[in-house]
């Protein structure tokens, strides 16, 4: 079965360019996940979807970022404009949506922003 | 607000040693703990989910047990294939929202 599936694996880009960050979650999850993962703050959640509608972006750090759901089975997530500060593993998840069921990570897009 | 904290920070062992690596959580109404392990470059694997106190799930090498206040992961005879970050998360209350710990580093030697 396929799992969560990450575009692209690695992002090199400089300061003020838009990124953007891909996720086709687990066929029949019907939420999904977007966490950012640093030495210093471990898996931070940025903002999650159920059945396509955002949830709660209480987690997205600024107005630079922003991110998507048109369909059950693709999500974006968009830095515009990139900082050095937003270098980090960008992972996405997805589950059943229901509380007590786990979520499942793709293998991640490492950003970095020179 | 659900906190996490997981103990030791690294954890380094010889084949062979068991050892056990510790969850301690708040959280208001326990949903799920779950525990996940994460190999360099890649995402969290999914290995555990516990749902009461009292409860404990094994998987090879692996088992993890819990309380009300927190959860332990126990390797049994480890091998160096085990050498990972494992991470422990809790899910809470009416949301899906999963709060991660920092993680525990785990190595072993061969």
């Known amino acids: 079965d396929a799992g969560v599936i990450q575009s692209p694996r690695h992002e090199v880009t400089e300061m003020g360019q838009e990124v953007t960050l891909r996720c086709k979650p687990i066929s029949g999850h019907n939420s999904l996940f977007w966490y950012r993962q640093t030495m210093m703050r471990g898996l931070e959640l940025l903002i999650y979807?159920?059945?396509?509608?955002?949830?709660?972006d209480s987690g997205m750090p600024e107005d630079r970022f922003s991110a998507k759901m048109p369909n059950a089975s693709f999500s974006t997530l968009k830095i515009q404009p990139s900082e050095p500060r937003d270098s980090a593993v960008y992972f996405c998840?997805?589950?059943?949506?229901?509380?007590?069921?786990?979520?499942?990570f793709g293998d991640g897009t490492r950003l970095s922003i020179l | 607000e659900d906190q996490v904290t997981q103990s030791p920070e690294a954890l380094r062992l010889q084949e062979g040693e068991s050892s056990s690596l510790n969850c301690s959580y708040t959280v208001s109404g326990l949903r799920g703990l779950f525990w996940y392990r994460q190999d360099p470059g890649k995402g969290p694997e999914f290995l555990f989910t516990?749902?009461?106190a009292g409860e404990e799930k094994e998987k090879e090498r692996l088992k993890a047990t819990l309380t009300k206040k927190e959860s332990f992961l126990h390797i049994t005879a480890p091998k160096p294939e085990d050498s990972a970050t494992y991470l422990c998360a809790v899910s809470g209350g009416s949301n899906y929202k999963l709060t991660f710990g920092k993680g525990t580093l785990l190595t072993v030697n061969p």
């Open positions: 979807f159920n059945n396509n509608v955002p949830i709660d």
């Open positions: 516990l749902y009461s």
């Open positions: 998840a997805s589950s059943t949506g229901h509380h007590n069921q786990p979520q499942h």
